[in-house]
């Protein structure tokens, strides 16, 4: 089991970027493929990216080409760049471990294979 917290959350601006940060404890993080969801309050939780353990990444359309998941074993700490944010990016983000060290996509965006996760950061976009 791995303990993760995140942060790096805040209110910007649409166009405004932020970088979210995951520290994982308790386990050994570099055999643990990652991922960042988000929730909105009434929906369910979606998938935005993941990362194996080698670094093959996968992205939800809707990150694409404005987010990028990265990790660094050294710091046990994963992270997400996000940029060009939008108002419908406004959510609940949260990290999450998945006890193997790859998985394909379209799985690698599924809440189901994820076993440890985060209490959250809120990210908020204002148009």
């Known amino acids: 089991q791995v303990q993760l917290v995140e942060s790096g959350g805040g209110s910007v601006q649409a166009g405004g970027s932020l970088r979210l940060s995951c520290v994982a404890s308790?386990?050994?993080?570099?055999?643990?493929?990652m991922g960042w969801f988000r929730q909105v309050p009434g929906n369910e939780r979606e998938g935005v990216a993941s990362?194996?353990?080698?670094?093959?990444?996968t992205y939800a359309d809707s990150g694409k080409g404005r987010f990028n998941i990265s990790r660094d074993s050294a710091q046990n700490t994963l992270f997400l760049q996000m940029s060009s944010l939008r108002p419908e990016d406004t959510a609940m983000y949260y990290c999450?471990?998945?006890?193997?060290?790859?998985?394909?996509?379209?799985?690698?965006?599924?809440?189901?294979?994820?076993?440890?996760w985060g209490q959250g950061t809120q990210v908020t976009v204002s148009s």
């Open positions: 999450a471990a998945a006890a193997s060290g790859w998985v394909p996509p379209p799985a690698a965006l599924s809440t189901e294979i994820y076993n440890d």
């Open positions: 990362i194996s353990v080698r670094g093959a990444t």
């Open positions: 308790g386990s050994s993080f570099h055999v643990y493929h």
